[in-house]
């Protein structure tokens, strides 16, 4: 059976969406997801800076317990759990506080895969799998088996790996 | 660099010791560590079966918070570090109460091992490194570069894998 490593901020769950909320609630600002799919580059650079200067929020309790799911997560993966030996791998170990609430989202959202399918880490670069489904170059970079970058605002640009755009692109090129 | 992957629990951590002194509170008996490493299997089994009945602590916020540090383990896993790629890999997601408090541990004994080399899983079959130091067959045999078991009460009997009885066996081994 293959198996396929998934990451969860911004491939399973709809990270931005949460950040952009944090940003606009902190800074009395209107940023909207589009604006971040956009090319309105001055737009985004803007809120990538206000976002660097108060992300603070990641760090404290609560912030990842509800994020939104992305769409088509639940029912694409479930049918890829029947097929493939899936792995959650979220670089989670930075945040502390995120640890207890990702499990317990896991479980509210896809208990379909259990504690023991779940790993919290900082580099991935020591996962063995088939397949990883992430939004982060630096992680796609150097793992050993077939890269899916699933496409999220900051990854706009990279050019270097197969993407995958949705959770009915990952179900037509895995299933 | 070669990459040596080390679990916490009963390798980096004396986590029977705090074990047997729940059992013994909870029970009211006078199990030690010796008696477990003895022949004495009478014994033996009858802690067994009072663990296996008790063992909810174990699901309960703090009991990992201070656990003792194995013997000399600070000091080789400092000097492997020197020379080795080092990844703790501890099967934590069982227990989310444990992955908070694993990780200040790990901050309070062991800072020069950051977050980024922090592995939470349930599984271990997915890690890829060259060595992995566990006290658990289940995790040995599934594991694709060199296995070295680590002595425990509940692996006297493994006879499958190279063992290592200390942290000063390990040093002896890998240094």
Redesign the interface.
């Known amino acids: 059976m293959k198996?396929i490593?998934i990451d969860m901020d911004d491939v399973m769950a709809d990270t931005t969406v949460k950040i952009i909320d944090q940003i606009n609630f902190l800074t009395n600002s209107s940023y909207t997801y589009d604006i971040l799919m956009s090319s309105d580059n001055a737009s985004k650079q803007a809120f990538y800076e206000l976002y660097l200067k108060h992300n603070t929020f990641l760090w404290e309790p609560g912030f990842f317990t509800d994020i939104p799911v992305k769409k088509d997560a639940i029912e694409v993966i479930k049918e890829l759990h029947n097929t493939y030996e899936i792995?959650i791998v979220s670089a989670a170990?930075?945040f502390?506080?995120s640890?207890?609430e990702k499990?317990?989202w896991m479980q509210m959202h896809f208990p379909f895969i259990?504690?023991?399918?779940?790993?919290?880490?900082?580099?991935k670069h020591?996962?063995?799998?088939d397949y990883l489904i992430d939004d982060h170059e630096k992680n796609l970079t150097t793992f050993?088996g077939t890269p899916l970058l699933f496409t999220a605002p900051h990854n706009l640009h990279i050019t270097a790996f197969e993407r995958v755009s949705s959770w009915m692109d990952v179900k037509n090129r895995l299933l």
């Open positions: 198996r490593a792995f170990t930075e502390p506080n640890l207890v499990l317990n259990t504690w023991k399918n779940i790993v919290f880490c900082g580099h020591m996962i063995q799998a050993t």
